[in-house]
């Protein structure tokens, strides 16, 4: 035994004595491999579990797929169940603390009874009953009769629905105190709710929907920024005042805040709470905003809640509660698990206009381009069709830059190289480049001349720009004879043509307060909706601008009607003119047709007198009436001219006809007018132009009008070399050349 004992013990000895020996040596062969993957696989581990909590971060923040409201919602329920826990068994305690002492024998037999019957199973009422005295049935006595309380089963699990509708339908049906009132908490919940009626009843009478539709339209890329598409789909289904009851509760406050310029904001802004003091709508606006935000946070502390709902509801009255008839008014965004869901915090959200509208003139996006291409270089190119709103934007960057104290300088084209100046930043304004109405150059030097001088000064550092405004129709006619090498770079060109829905909208309002609606307050055409003055444009075919059609719309309201005048505007236009201002006011149209030919009148001072040849009603008396009273005429400083270049091109047409005058109209035109509108047949843009041809020796009035042509062509040009379109006419081309030695006897020598 000794020697087992001995034996038995040595090894343990031996291996404790050893353990930087024989058990080091002993250690199983890849114990490091083992414990390094091991840490590895922890490391991975603990990556995942960052990189999870990261991304569930991420989304609770952004609300993507909606997590945020779900965990909201999930909070929600378990914090709900809670309470409702909390608030079943201290009513269970209470209501066995208010049990009255039972005095008597039979009372205390009976409550005893009544006790028990909650914890026995399956003992009914009559064997409970069988056990009392039944000399004395007490429960058969009247004055002591008691409903029996029915046994208390296990409450079951109540589903997320069942428990929001618990807590959240305040109006319907309420948890009701010992005395049938709401508790405290209720009735703060119910006020909140009938605050946020409020705010739509206020929404319905500040904001009509023609006005909400067009401040959308304006409003559209902030709108798409700060929405997503279904509350933006939400915006557009209202037809009517009562769909404002069916939007998201953050798109009322945000209509309030932005839309309704009748509400004044609180006076340190929204998104800020409002001092005591202040009582109007805005400020109680936004501290509904405030506790709204609290409810959110689950806090009722509301600071102002029973002033705000005092002042709303002296203001409003209950109509936004229970409706005309006194019946509780429905909203739906308002009622039963809809104004749980609701729990989001509502910021303050500024909607921004697609563009502005700075001294009258909307500041497009074309017009942006174009000062940032200021920016950087020296020379920009406006072009566009006839009518698209070229010199407004000339006038929007003559603003800008005065606002910069520079230098602005409205020139000619053929006088932009003479304007040049070195004294003081200086932009030059040239419109018309090559002409109103059509080219009036025709010589490739003079294009030469002119694009060296640009393309010098777009390389030069001195502080000199040039702003060209061109026609694409004068353009085209240029670029068709005539080679273009720096007027066609595209990287100094802007676009003019295309207006988005906003732009076009805020230049059809601003025609709309100068026109004819201005001095008739009760003019039907402001009832038009804008939609259907998108639809007329629509069908415009591209050769005349939006801008020029919605302003005939303005001031020409029968126009507007017209489906014919936004297919062909100017054809149109002249039948108008002819058939209704000829006929209807004579005297305002030869008036007009004088304009035409001089394109601008001071009204102090008579006409000139070879305007009698024309009629004999162009007197200063008229001209100033005219002044006073037509839509088709501006005035500045006495300076009478057409209100668009345009009409000389409607007017000029409206006389071709008339023998009688249109002869001393072509001899009196203004010399540009003439060389500009005139062209032979078969031209590009015929709408604009007036397009002669000579058919026959026979026809004696278009002869004439042949030999007017070559006589104007010899006082304006006085040379051979010159090359107007006019001239491949061969009859005018044999009395041009005829002309420029011997003026004809027939025509007045001399222009008065």
């Given at each position: 035994m000794k020697t087992t004992l001995t034996q038995n013990i040595t090894p343990r000895t031996t291996n404790a004595g050893s353990r930087n020996g024989t058990l080091v040596e002993d250690r199983p062969i890849g114990g490091d491999s083992v414990f390094g993957a091991g840490l590895a696989v922890a490391v991975v581990f603990i990556v995942i579990i960052v990189v999870v909590v990261v991304v569930l971060v991420v989304f609770y923040v952004t609300n993507k797929f909606g997590f945020r409201n779900k965990v909201q919602e999930r909070y929600t329920e378990l914090r709900q169940s809670f309470q409702h826990s909390g608030r079943t068994?201290?009513?269970?305690?209470?209501?066995?603390?208010?049990?009255?002492?039972?005095?008597?024998?039979?009372?205390?037999?009976?409550?005893?009874?009544?006790?028990?019957?909650?914890?026995?199973?399956?003992?009914?009422?009559?064997?409970?009953?069988?056990?009392?005295?039944?000399?004395?049935?007490?429960?058969?006595?009247?004055?002591?009769?008691?409903?029996?309380?029915d046994p208390v089963k296990p409450e079951k699990a109540k589903t997320k629905k069942e428990m929001i509708a618990n807590t959240t339908d305040t109006c319907d049906r309420k948890e009701e105190g010992p005395r049938g009132k709401l508790d405290d908490r209720d009735q703060k919940i119910k006020k909140l709710e009938e605050l946020l009626k409020y705010l739509v009843h206020i929404l319905e009478r500040e904001l009509s929907v023609n006005d909400l539709k067009?401040?959308?339209?304006?409003?559209?890329?902030?709108?798409?920024?700060?929405?997503?598409?279904?509350p933006i789909k939400e915006l557009q289904s209202v037809k009517n005042p009562g769909d404002y009851s069916r939007l998201d509760i953050s798109l009322v406050f945000t209509l309030l805040w932005n839309f309704c310029e009748d509400i004044k904001p609180p006076s340190r802004g929204w998104d800020y709470e409002p001092p005591d003091d202040e009582t109007h709508v805005g400020a109680d606006i936004e501290r509904i905003r405030l506790?709204?935000?609290?409810?959110?946070?689950?806090?009722?502390?509301?600071?102002?809640?029973?002033?705000?709902?005092?002042?709303?509801?002296?203001?409003?009255?209950?109509?936004?509660?229970?409706?005309?008839?006194?019946?509780?008014?429905?909203?739906?965004?308002?009622?039963?698990?809809?104004?749980?869901?609701?729990?989001?915090?509502?910021?303050?959200?500024?909607?921004?206009?697609?563009?502005?509208?700075?001294?009258?003139?909307?500041?497009?996006?074309?017009?942006?381009?174009?000062?940032?291409?200021?920016?950087?270089?020296?020379?920009?190119?406006?072009?566009?069709?006839?009518?698209?709103?070229?010199?407004?934007?000339?006038?929007?960057?003559?603003?800008?830059?005065?606002?910069?104290?520079?230098?602005?300088?409205?020139?000619?084209?053929?006088?932009?190289?003479?304007?040049?100046?070195?004294?003081?930043?200086?932009?030059?304004?040239?419109?018309?480049?090559?002409?109103?109405?059509?080219?009036?150059?025709?010589?490739?030097?003079?294009?030469?001349?002119?694009?060296?001088?640009?393309?010098?000064l777009e390389s030069s550092k001195q502080e000199t720009k040039v702003v060209i405004g061109i026609h694409t129709h004068v353009y085209d006619e240029v670029k068709k004879t005539l080679n273009l090498n720096f007027l066609s770079r595209k990287n100094i060109t802007v676009e003019m043509d295309n207006l988005s829905e906003a732009e076009t909208l805020l230049i059809f309002k601003e025609q709309l307060e100068r026109g004819h609606c201005k001095r008739v307050p009760n003019c039907w055409f402001k009832?038009?909706?804008?939609?259907?003055?998108?639809?007329?444009?629509?069908?415009?075919?591209?050769?005349?601008?939006?801008?020029?059609?919605?302003?005939?719309?303005?001031?020409?309201?029968?126009?507007?009607?017209?489906?014919?005048?936004?297919?062909?505007?100017?054809?149109?236009?002249v039948e108008h003119i002819k058939k209704k201002m000829k006929h209807d006011s004579p005297v305002h149209y030869y008036c007009l047709v004088y304009l035409m030919c001089v394109q601008s009148h001071n009204c102090e001072k008579e006409p000139t007198k070879w305007a009698q040849q024309i009629c004999a009603d162009i007197t200063k008396h008229n001209l100033m009436d005219l002044a006073k009273t037509s839509d088709l005429v501006q005035v500045d400083t006495n300076i009478v001219t057409l209100g668009h270049e345009l009409l000389t091109v409607v007017l000029f047409k409206s006389i071709v006809d008339t023998k009688e005058i249109f002869l001393p109209v072509l001899q009196m035109l203004e010399s540009n007018?003439?060389?500009?509108?005139?062209?032979?047949?078969?031209?590009?843009?015929?709408?604009?132009?007036?397009?002669?041809?000579?058919?026959?020796?026979?026809?004696?009035?278009?002869?004439?009008?042949?030999?007017?042509?070559?006589?104007?062509?010899?006082?304006?040009?006085?040379?051979?070399?010159?090359?107007?379109p006019l001239l491949t006419e061969e009859l005018i081309k044999d009395k041009y050349c005829h002309y420029l030695s011997k003026n004809p006897k027939w025509l007045c020598k001399s222009r008065v």
């Open positions: 068994d201290s009513h269970q305690d209470s209501e066995k603390g208010r049990k009255k002492p039972i005095q008597d024998t039979e009372k205390d037999e009976r409550e005893v009874l009544l006790d028990n019957d909650d914890t026995k199973k399956g003992a009914s009422f009559d064997d409970l009953n069988n056990g009392a005295n039944s000399d004395q049935p007490i429960y058969a006595q009247p004055e002591k009769t008691k409903t029996r309380k067009e401040k959308m339209v304006i409003h559209s890329k902030s709108i798409e920024q700060n929405f997503s598409e279904p506790m709204w935000n609290k409810y959110c946070d689950y806090d009722l502390e509301f600071k102002n809640l029973d002033d705000v709902y005092n002042r709303m509801k002296q203001k409003y009255g209950t109509i936004a509660i229970h409706g005309d008839d006194g019946a509780k008014k429905y909203h739906q965004t308002f009622e039963g698990n809809c104004f749980e869901q609701m729990r989001n915090k509502l910021q303050s959200i500024k909607l921004y206009p697609d563009c502005t509208v700075e001294k009258g003139i909307v500041f497009t996006d074309n017009i942006t381009q174009a000062l940032k291409i200021l920016i950087s270089r020296n020379i920009v190119i406006l072009k566009g069709v006839v009518g698209c709103g070229k010199t407004h934007a000339l006038k929007a960057i003559q603003n800008h830059f005065q606002g910069k104290n520079w230098k602005t300088v409205w020139v000619e084209s053929e006088n932009v190289i003479g304007e040049i100046s070195h004294e003081k930043p200086t932009i030059l304004l040239c419109d018309n480049f090559f002409g109103k109405f059509g080219s009036s150059v025709f010589s490739q030097n003079a294009i030469d001349k002119t694009e060296m001088t640009l393309k010098e009832t038009i909706g804008f939609q259907s003055v998108l639809d007329n444009l629509s069908k415009n075919q591209g050769h005349i601008g939006g801008p020029f059609l919605s302003l005939m719309y303005c001031n020409q309201h029968e126009l507007f009607s017209d489906f014919t005048f936004s297919v062909n505007p100017v054809r149109t236009l007018v003439f060389i500009q509108l005139l062209r032979p047949t078969g031209s590009t843009y015929s709408d604009i132009f007036y397009e002669y041809t000579y058919t026959s020796w026979n026809d004696e009035y278009s002869r004439k009008i042949g030999k007017m042509c070559a006589y104007r062509l010899t006082e304006i040009y006085r040379e051979r070399e010159k090359n107007h």
